[in-house]
C-alpha cells in the first residue's frame, strides 16, 4: 500500500522563560560538576527535544514497531507521523510523496489508540462506519466494508451493542475496526494492548498478527513491552532518549544488541553482567571473569579482529537461559528460586551483584534455596561492551 521514508526527523517543544532559567542554572551545574554531563536531559536554546535526527526506510505492508522506555520519543514520532505533531525539521514521505504539510486526515493513515477513543451513545455499527459516511460512501459500500471488517476481527456478534456492553478486548477490536474500514495506506496503533490484563494482551497479540495476514496495509506499532515488539515486528527500532539505538529483525536485535541500552531492554529476564578482561591467549580472545576464562566463538573472533579490538577491560553480557550449573565455574548465592513450570529462575549473588539463570526442572522438584553453585556459560553467548563508550565491541 505505502511506503514511509522519515529523513532526518526532529521535534523540540519551546520552553518559557522559567524553563530558560531553569536550564540555564543546570548548564552552569553541569560545568561546576563534569560528572553531571552524563545524564542526557534533552533540553537545549530551542526548547525541549523529544525525538533526534530520527530516519527509518519503512517499506511497503512492512510492520516495524517503536520500542522504548517511557518518554524516549516513539510516540511523539508516531504522532508526527499521523499529522497530530508538527515537524520541527526534517522530511516525512508517504508513498513518495512529501506530507510535512499535510492535514491528518489527507494522508491516507488511520490510527489505533490506547484509549479505544469510542462514541460511547453509538453503536459498534455506527462507531465502525462513521468515518465513511463523513466521506458519503454510498450506503451499501459502507456496510459491506464494516461487515469485512467485524468478521476479520470476530465481533459480527457485536455490531449492535455500544462500547459500554463490550470487554476492554472487544473494544479495542472495534477500535481497530474502525481504522480498518478505511482501507489506509498506513495504519498506526499507539500501544493499543497497554489497558488490556496479561491474558487479553496474549490473545490481541495474536489477533493482530492475523489481522496483518489478512489487509494489505502498512503497519507502524508503538509500544514500551519488549515481548510484543519480539513478537509482532518485521524490524524493530529500539529508542532512547529521542535517539534510535538500533534498527533490525527481533532476532538481530536479540542477538546481536549494538550497545548496553540495548541489550538490557531487549529480553526477558534482562541480561546479567559482569566486570570482566578482554584477553588475547594464543592468539585467540579470551574472556576472563575473576579467573574464570572462557575463548569467544569463531564467529566472534573473526568480528574483534577485523575491529582490530584491544586487550581491555569490558562489561561482559550473558543472558539467563545461556548460563548454566556446572563445576570448576564462577560462584553464586542462590537468593531466590522462581518456579516457572518448566523451568527455575535462579536469582544469585555473585560478588554483590545479582545474577539470574534459568535451569530446567526437567520434570523434577529442585531446591537451591541459600546454595552456593557453580555455573558457566559458553564463548558463543558471551557479548562483550565497551567499558567507555558501552557499545559493542564486535560492531
Known amino acids: 500500500m505505502a511506503e514511509v ?45 523529544a525525538v533526534q535526527e530520527f530516519s527509518l526506510d519503512i517499506k511497503d505492508k512492512e510492520f516495524v514497531v517503536l520500542v522504548g522506555p517511557s518518554g524516549c520519543g516513539k510516540s511523539t514520532t508516531l504522532r508526527m507521523v499521523a499529522g497530530l505533531e508538527e515537524i520541527t525539521s526534517g522530511e516525512l514521505y508517504i508513498d513518495g510523496n512529501l506530507v510535512n504539510s499535510v492535514e491528518p486526515k489527507d494522508r491516507d493513515i488511520a490510527m489505533v489508540f490506547q484509549t479505544y477513543a469510542l462514541y460511547p451513545h453509538m453503536t ?134 549494538s550497545n548496553l541500552f540495548v541489550s538490557g531492554f531487549i529480553g526477558t529476564p534482562q541480561m546479567n553482567y559482569f566486570d570482566a578482561k578482554l584477553e588475547v591467549e594464543n592468539g585467540k580472545y579470551v574472556v576472563n571473569t575473576d579467573g574464570y576464562k572462557v575463548v569467544l566463538s569463531e564467529e566472534k573472533q573473526v568480528r574483534l579482529k577485523e575491529k582490530d579490538v584491544k586487550p581491555q577491560d569490558v562489561t561482559l553480557g550473558v543472558r539467563p537461559d545461556h548460563i548454566v550449573l556446572s563445576e570448576n565455574g564462577l560462584k553464586g548465592k542462590v537468593d531466590v528460586s522462581e518456579l516457572m513450570g518448566p523451568s527455575c529462575h535462579l536469582h544469585m549473588t555473585v560478588d554483590g551483584k545479582d545474577v539470574i539463570a534459568i535451569v530446567p526442572t526437567e520434570g523434577k522438584k529442585v531446591d537451591y534455596v541459600n546454595k552456593e553453585v557453580d555455573f558457566g556459560f559458553n564463548g558463543n553467548v558471551c557479548h562483550i561492551f565497551s567499558k567507555e563508550d558501552e557499545k559493542n565491541l564486535e560492531y
Open 124 to 257: 459498534v455499527r455506527d462507531n465502525m462506519a462513521y468515518s465513511l459516511k463523513i466521506k458519503k460512501l454510498p450506503k451499501e459500500e459502507i456496510e459491506a466494508k464494516v461487515n469485512e471488517a467485524a468478521e476479520i476481527l470476530d465481533i459480527t456478534q457485536y455490531l449492535d451493542r455500544k462500547p459500554k456492553a463490550l470487554s476492554g478486548g472487544q473494544r479495542q477490536r472495534v477500535a481497530i475496526g474502525r481504522a480498518i474500514v478505511r482501507d489506509p495506506k498506513v495504519l498506526l496503533m499507539d500501544e493499543p494492548l497497554s489497558n488490556l490484563d496479561a491474558k487479553l494482551r496474549n490473545q490481541m497479540r495474536s489477533e493482530i498478527i492475523k489481522l496483518r495476514q489478512r489487509i494489505n496495509t502498512t503497519f507502524i506499532y508503538v509500544t514500551h513491552d519488549q515481548t510484543e515488539a519480539m513478537t509482532l515486528g518485521d524490524r524493530i527500532v529500539v529508542m532512547k532518549d529521542g535517539f534510535i539505538q538500533q534498527i533490525g529483525t527481533p532476532q538481530e536485535v536479540y542477538d546481536h544488541p
Open 5 to 49: 521514508t522519515l529523513k532526518n526527523i526532529k521535534k523540540v517543544y519551546p520552553i518559557g522563560d522559567t524553563e530558560k532559567k531553569q536550564r540555564k542554572a543546570l548548564k552552569k551545574s553541569k560545568e561546576e560538576n563534569p560528572e553531571s554531563n552524563k545524564a542526557n536531559l534533552q533540553i537545549t536554546d530551542e526548547g525541549v527535544v
